[in-house]
């Protein structure tokens, strides 16, 4: 067995968004596994992973045909689960976004913060 | 034998400690352990487990910190202690068979067993009998939780 997760810091990067629904559920899900574990975790959402965040767009994602479970319900979940999330500034701007477009409890980092965090994490995940 | 009051067809012993926000249970030992588990509403929430991994034996912890990770297909999340303590035995089976939590909550899916550190004072904070039946049914009310389906071979 490895040594113990906790206090760990993860940074997962997703650049998929809602277009690729099936991009979408694993990174939310290992960002949970994390924080279940004790880790300090965060996702990053860049480049089309930007639009998951927009206001209304997620609910619209359902990723099991066999329940009511939407991309939207991954991402409550992760928060509840305290995992941080975070949008990537430039990439907002590309989708013609604006922080007042996002849905409530992410919070915006530019391009050297996001290098800052990737060295000072334990590891990166990049989806 | 013991009642086995049930809320939405979720069994509810009166003879256990409920940490209801943690979905969680105790039972007290007669050598002073306590053994803690899921409740069936949470075995029910999670769905067909895949996973189950306690934390190792002699891992202390606080009330609250994991005491071990769970998952099924749709959802992965931690088991919070509800007492703070040293770990003194793992359950073994859910190695090779997480789904006892399924078929089993109270009884062979037991998750770890602790040694209380602060048995007294945090025991007060869990509940029991009618008291924790009762507010297990406001839970599972205000959210509209589903009903308690179980596997064949369930026990309570």
């Keep these: ?127 | 034998m013991t009642e086995n009051p049930e809320v939405r067809g979720c069994v509810l012993p009166l003879n256990l400690h409920y940490n209801v926000g943690d979905h969680t249970w105790v039972a007290m030992n007669d050598d002073g352990t306590a053994t803690v588990g899921m409740t069936d509403v949470a075995q029910n929430l999670a769905g067909p487990l895949l996973h189950a991994k306690p934390k190792k034996v002699g891992v202390v912890r606080k009330k609250g910190k994991p005491v071990g990770t769970v998952e099924s297909s749709k959802w992965v999340g931690p088991v919070k202690s509800p007492l703070s303590g040293e770990i003194v035995a793992v359950n073994e089976t859910l190695a090779s068979d997480a789904q006892v939590i399924n078929r089993s909550p109270y009884k062979d899916g037991w998750i770890v067993k602790l040694r209380p550190s602060q048995l007294d004072e945090e025991l007060a904070t869990l509940l029991t009998g009618q008291p924790a039946v009762d507010a297990y049914r406001e839970r599972i009310e205000t959210e509209d939780l589903k009903a308690c389906e179980h596997v064949e071979g369930f026990e309570a």
């Design chain 1, 1 to 127: 067995m490895s040594e113990d997760p906790e206090g760990k810091k993860i940074l997962v990067i997703q650049t998929h968004g809602v277009e690729t629904p099936n991009r979408t559920y694993s990174p939310l899900f290992y960002a949970m596994a994390a924080a279940a574990m004790e880790m300090e975790v965060m996702v990053w959402f860049t480049m089309d992973g930007t639009n998951q965040l927009k206001k209304g767009a997620a609910e619209k994602v359902q990723l099991d045909s066999s329940s009511d479970v939407t991309l939207k319900t991954m991402l409550e979940q992760a928060q509840e689960a305290e995992v941080e999330l975070r949008v990537c500034q430039q990439s907002l701007a590309l989708f013609d976004m604006t922080m007042d477009d996002v849905i409530d409890g992410v919070e915006i980092l530019g391009a050297t913060s996001i290098i800052d965090l990737a060295l000072e994490a334990d590891h990166v995940m990049y989806f």
